[in-house]
Nanobody, 120 residues
Framework: QVQLVESGGGLVQAGGSLRLSCAAS????????MGWFRQAPGKERELVAT???????FYVDSVKGRFTISRDNGKNTVYLQMNSLKPEDTAVYYC??????????????WGQGTQVTVSS
């Protein structure tokens, strides 16, 4: 059974940084895409960033140049480095495992989420 555990969320002032981590267990994840999503109050869950099994990265426009997704296959862990945070980045952040190697394969397993709150 796939398990994903996020950590690293918290309260930060605008302009600050946070690094989210997602530890995966239950199988080997090196052959699968990994992703970060977020859901703000009253809004639908949205894609933030993905990384394919080969390391190709994708970012939603609103975080380009500020967020960096990376993965350590030896540790079965995916990270999201978030810099220059803005109040509009406030949300619950979820990591997810892809159904295949690429973002286009979709995502099928989710963590429980970690809260990120950015104060102005």
């Amino acid at each position: 059974q796939v398990q994903l555990v996020e950590s690293g969320g918290g309260l930060v002032q605008a302009g600050g940084s946070l690094r989210l981590s997602c530890a995966a267990s239950g199988r080997t994840f090196s052959g699968y895409a990994m992703g970060w999503f977020r859901q703000a109050p009253g809004k639908e869950r949205e894609l933030v960033a993905t990384i394919s099994s080969g390391g190709t990265r994708f970012y939603v426009d609103s975080v380009k140049g500020r967020f960096t997704i990376s993965r350590d296959n030896g540790k079965n862990t995916v990270y999201l480095q978030m810099n220059s945070l803005k109040p509009e980045d406030t949300a619950v952040y979820y990591c997810a495992v892809g159904r295949g190697s690429f973002r286009s394969d979709g995502f099928g397993s989710w963590g429980q989420g970690t809260q990120v709150t950015v104060s102005s």
